[in-house]
């Protein structure tokens, strides 16, 4: 049982660039979503979903891409990076949702020149 | 809009010594109040939670947070800390309006 995983790990980026960050989890969750960490702030949400086919903004959604076209996965694309996109970015999961226990991916830090 | 304030940074404690990190909300009704910590290169992991009920909240490892409404505040408590304890702790309240605010986090440093 992986849990929540994410690829890649660390990614620079120029801006302008496209990317996609990956997120599976394999607990059958049908509540996704990701999250973006700067320094001095908490998290905030970027994007969710609570199950395949249905995706939904959060508190910062600009600039930021996703679908849900199975339960596992929830991929977070980039269209065109910007350096206000510098972050690190963590996927979670839960069976009923935000105010369910999430369980969180190891987080992506990406860096956009 | 609801908004999160961890007021203390950075804490250091002696390994065995209790620990109270603070947190204070702001949201007009009763809210949906949350600790999360997150160790070193990890993702967060939920401590305890908060909906209604008994304003005493007791979490994993250990830990225990009170909600207190006339001071708006759900301090997180735990009576002797381990080193294992160093990490960062998040506060977050939601609304039930599909959204979760969290605070900026305080970092625990536990002191052999």
């Known amino acids: 049982n992986a849990g929540v995983t994410q690829t890649p790990k660390f990614q620079v980026l120029k801006t302008g660039q496209s990317m996609t960050l990956q997120c599976a989890q394999d607990m059958n969750h049908e509540y996704m979503s990701w999250y973006r960490q700067d320094p001095g702030m908490g998290l905030r949400l970027i994007h969710y979903?609570?199950?395949?086919?249905?995706?939904d903004q959060g508190e910062v959604p600009n600039g930021y891409n996703v679908s849900r076209s199975t339960t596992e996965d929830f991929p977070l694309r980039l269209l065109s990076a910007a350096p206000s996109q510098t972050s690190v970015y963590f996927c979670a999961s839960s069976t009923g949702g935000l105010y369910d226990t999430q369980y969180f991916g190891p987080g992506t830090r990406l860096t956009v020149l | 809009a609801q908004s999160v304030t961890q007021p203390d940074i950075h804490i250091t404690v002696s390994e065995g010594a209790s620990l109270e990190l603070r947190c204070n909300y702001s949201?007009?009704?009763?809210?949906?109040l949350f600790w999360y910590v997150q160790s070193p290169g990890q993702g967060l992991q939920l401590l305890l939670k908060?909906?209604?009920?008994?304003?005493l909240v007791q979490g994993i490892k250990g830990f225990e947070a009170e909600f207190k409404r006339s001071q708006s505040s759900f301090n997180l408590r735990k009576p002797s800390v381990h080193w294992s304890d160093a990490a960062e702790y998040f506060c977050a309240v939601g609304s039930g309006a599909n959204n979760l605010f969290f605070g900026t986090g305080t970092r625990l440093t536990v002191i052999p």
């Open positions: 908060y909906f209604s009920g008994d304003t």
């Open positions: 979903s609570v199950g395949a086919g249905i995706t």
């Open positions: 949201y007009g009704a009763t809210p949906y």
